[in-house]
């Protein structure tokens, strides 16, 4: 699938730019939402986190712009992600 070529291009550059950008309140956020998952999450549960914590480093990156493509490409590889996530 195309968009996860394509996420797999854009998300380590937005994880290069946030780790030039990302303050100690955001990393600290990341941690609890980390950490907030708790022993024994169920499938959605990691998935909603996983979105959650894809989205925030996206943000991090102080560029707009690839926070709003990575949104866009994140939609399509949502069900896939789950599928993975079961079996």
Known sequence: MQAFQVRG????AATAMAAQHIGETELADL????????????VEELLA???????????????????SLLETISGPTVRARLWRGIT
């Open 31 to 42: 941690r609890a939402l980390l950490d907030g998952l708790g022993d024994n999450p169920g």
């Open 9 to 12: 291009i854009l998300e380590p």
């Open 49 to 67: 986190n996983d979105l959650e914590f894809h989205r925030r480093i996206a943000a991090a990156s102080g560029a707009p712009l690839l926070c």
